[in-house]
């Protein structure tokens, strides 16, 4: 990190001031029109239900909610578009001059593909994500976004009517950045769960999905005992796994495991090394239209920033990406 | 008929046993063959470290007036190591003497600056670490082959086949003494 939150807030401060005061009014705003919506639908509702006209009377009550409904969710979206724009974006410059910030975009669907950290799963229906920030950390690569991966599946019942749910498959961060050795064939670390409820007979079934062809490659088998319990690995070349999968490296998705505390599962393609963070939280989202005046200019609100930002880049640290010391530089 | 039904429950019985052992066969073949594709694999390392080592003894040579005899050493042990009559277990001993010594020279290139800020140099020395990284990936995956392999011969029911075809049980490769020692701080200060 190069700037502190309080050096932060004191750059951004004239933004940050027009902000929170373009804020202020639009809650000001919707106030007035909360108000006189409930004034004036209530007004009516009396009326009509003082000359009998009964259930009808309450439509003016509904309509006025209603506007109530609208005129808060237009309010909210132009607040986090905002914030995203004018804040996140110095934000992400501060936190790393080297490092850009795009708040509607994410990570294409080309690369979730080639990543191959889903390819068990049913290819997609909807894909969506936000908040890609691109950039070089140290002599590290790399490239990130939130992203939601849906399919879908539908059932009928008894009666043969259809219903259409939609499936996650993957929310969460999701990170690519350019590992630090050469490779060229494909390696996945994945969760493992055969082996945790099974033991020796789990290793097994795993051995035989990929002589199924239901993963690729062959089973890796790995000497770190803490490691093998967390992931299982399959790689097209044994050598070339251990070539990545190095003592230390195990080590270090191990402590990063526990860290993140989320089933992480991570993949070696294209000498590119791909991580999947499974997360409901939703990252980089100003504070809510309603917070104390000024919230953002607490040096504390933008330490959370910093820290989400840390955390969605601590994959370049925590695998030791920057250690160059190999031909690759 | 009684002798037809008792035939033909031993033919299905015995057909089912050639079928198990055939199938155990096969995979203890395969489990072989893995070690000593993993074994070449190490081998094919070695032979690029082998590669390498005139090309970096002669660069390193124009600025290391001191280190004479460690360079020496070097090729001396590379040249033995390239003796096809070695047998296994010398052949690695040779290697890992190498690789001592040359973790030795990567320590005194400390003392010179100017050998260090070389161009070429330092691509020797990337290459250097490259060949390190693979040999130690090289071992690991063969050491996780032989350990299969003798999981294999040494269980039930796999060790019955596995005597009839006269399998021994294969050594993994040790961590050299000089990797593993750490340190003894307290014999530093008795000192």
Partial sequence: MNTSPVQAVHELEPVLREIEHERTQQVALFAQIALWSIVIGGLLTILLVSFGFGAIGLAPLGIALLVIAASYSAKAQAWRKSFKWRVMKHLVKQFNPSLKYYPERYIPLHEYQISLLFHNSPEPDRYTGEDLIEGTVGKTHVRLSEIHAQYRQETYDSRGRRYTHWVTIFRGLFISADFHKHFHGVTLVLPDTEQALLGGFGQWLQSLSAKLGIQPGELVKLEDPEFERMFKVFSTDQIEARYILTPSLMQRIVEFRKKTNAPIRLSFVASRVFVAIPSYHNYFEPPSLFAPANKLLEPATIQQYFEELQFALAVVDELNLNTRIWTKR | ?191
């Fill in chain 2, 1 to 191: 008929m009684e002798l037809i039904t008792g035939l033909t429950c031993l033919g299905v019985g015995a057909l089912g046993l050639a079928i198990i052992y055939a199938l155990l066969y096969n995979s203890l073949v395969s489990k072989k063959n893995q070690v000593e594709y993993a074994y070449s694999g190490v081998d094919v390392q070695l032979k690029k470290r082998h590669d390498l080592i005139p090309n970096l003894v002669a660069t390193v040579k124009q600025y290391m007036q001191h280190e004479r005899e460690l360079l020496e050493r070097i090729t001396e042990l590379r040249s033995r190591a390239l003796n096809p009559n070695l047998s296994d277990a010398e052949r690695m001993q040779v290697e890992n003497a190498l690789t001592a010594a040359l973790r030795n020279l990567m320590i005194a290139v400390e003392n010179y600056p100017q050998l260090r800020a070389n161009e070429n140099f330092m691509h020797l020395q990337a290459s250097l670490n490259e060949i390190e990284e693979q040999i130690a990936a090289a071992r690991r995956a063969y050491n996780a082959a032989v350990t299969d392999y003798n999981n294999a011969i040494e269980m039930f029911p796999t060790n019955l086949v596995a005597a009839t075809m006269g399998l021994q049980r294969r050594a993994v490769f040790e961590a050299e003494e000089s990797e593993r020692a750490t340190p003894n701080v307290a014999k530093l200060f008795q000192q």
